[in-house]
């Protein structure tokens, strides 16, 4: 796979590669270490630069840390690798109530693929003030989401809509409780130390 053609289509012309997408038979983990693996290093990468090295004002007071920088670093890849995961689950488990293909590794490729702009938005935590920036490119995400479903899930056309919607309800309620459970691993870190 050419992981930089894949990513420019994915985000340019969605529609005609998700057709692509829907005929390939890649198994998750491949995916995972081809597609995925590479792609969630960028925002860890770069919060670890930007609130590591670079850090941020606040009140008139710079802050940064290697241990913050750290700690947002480890947090990004969990969250994003995670996030995959936890989604491409939710989707694959709704299926069979929306008409959908049953098939986990279909699942994972759509929300593989989905994240695609969530992935490249991190480049944004670069500079902590513009990490706001790296939210706003995940809701282009939600967009690749709904318009893979039909082709990649090859969900019925009246139940696509209902098919996203609580794949997504779903979705952020399991990430609101892995979010809550890391924030408090991190803080417990940051106060008592690594």
Known sequence: MDIINRVKNILV?????????????????????????????????????GYGLIGYSVL???????????????????????????????IHFLSGHFGARKDFDKAFSLVAYAYTPTFAGGIFYLLPSLSWLASLASLYGLYLLYTGMQPVMQTPTDK???????????????????????????LRSYMGGW
Do not use: C
């Open 13 to 49: 012309s969605p529609k005609k590669e998700w057709a692509a997408i829907e005929g390939e038979n890649a198994p998750h983990t491949k995916l995972f270490t081809a597609y995925v693996l590479p792609l969630s290093l960028i925002p860890a990468l770069t919060a670890f630069v």
């Open 60 to 90: 008139g007071v710079h802050v940064h840390s290697i241990g913050w920088g750290i700690r947002q670093a480890v947090s990004q890849w969990i969250t994003m690798a995670g996030g995959v995961y936890i989604t491409a689950f939710v």
């Open 160 to 186: 696509n809509t209902g098919y996203f919607v609580a794949s997504l309800i779903a979705t952020v309620a399991v990430a609101a409780v892995l979010s809550a459970v890391l924030a408090a691993v991190l």
